[in-house]
């Protein structure tokens, strides 16, 4: 069955199959006439047929109609048949357009966002705007926060830079405000130890406080004392008045 659609998609009908096939959610018909050189009228021929014959499979959203491949595998052969250099511009361009028409605030296309900056090479660009919505969300519902900062973090694992120390940071304070105290703790040891590798010593500082208040709250007042000691010599040497 796969041969003969595949056999069906040349010319045009497999530049807006391969354009499909590289997002990761439905796309509409707008998208797709930014993404390649192809008409209205002709686009709009290519998706009634290939709906009819089920290899599309047309969905109704908020923003209207858009697509997606009706057979996951076969969107898998399209998509790994794609040159990596095509996909790379794809992916760019997929960013570029989802970003100018919805902006990174829009909740229901942030995912779609993110899936093409990453693709793309644009791994910065995408913890940047990860960091943005988990901020926004922070004060409002942790829960919505923590996967934000749970998704740069991922991006950001093999990292050892100041974003990363921001990332973890935040992730240990919400962690610890919802009582997940271990995960809190393992979020401060890692920023104890890529601090010192980057002498960011404000993270190290913030760190100690925040593991000597987890001790505290714990009733292990010996251990939170030795820790917030040592936090507040070591912020008083480099005249870090906030540790």
Do not use: C
């Amino acid at each position: 069955a796969f041969n003969k659609q595949l056999s069906i998609l040349n010319g045009d009908i497999l530049e807006v199959a391969k354009v499909i096939s590289v997002f990761n959610g439905p796309v509409s018909k707008n998208i797709i006439l930014q993404m390649i050189d192809i008409s209205s009228n002709r686009l709009n021929q290519i998706v009634e047929e290939l709906v009819s014959m089920r290899i599309f499979d047309e969905r109704l959203g908020d923003w209207g109609y858009s697509y997606t491949f009706y057979n996951i595998q076969l969107k898998k052969i399209i998509y790994h048949n794609i040159e990596e250099t095509e996909k790379q511009v794809f992916h760019k361009n997929a960013a570029k357009i989802i970003e100018k028409e919805h902006g990174v605030e829009s909740q229901e296309n942030f995912e779609e966002l993110i899936y093409h900056l990453v693709l793309s090479m644009q791994e910065e660009k995408a913890v940047d705007n990860i960091v943005a919505q988990a901020k926004k969300t922070q004060s409002l519902l942790s829960n919505h926060s923590i996967l934000f900062w749970e998704k740069a973090y991922e991006l950001l694992k093999e990292k050892t830079n100041g974003k990363k120390l921001e990332v973890m940071l935040n992730m240990g304070q919400l962690y610890a405000m919802r009582g997940e105290n271990e995960h809190a703790l393992n979020m401060y040891n890692e920023i104890l130890n890529d601090s010192q590798e980057l002498q960011e010593k404000r993270y190290f500082i913030d760190a100690k406080n925040a593991i000597g208040e987890i001790y505290y709250k714990r009733n292990e007042t010996e251990k939170a004392y030795i820790i917030a000691e040592e936090a507040k010599n070591l912020a008083e040497i480099v005249r870090y008045s906030e540790g």
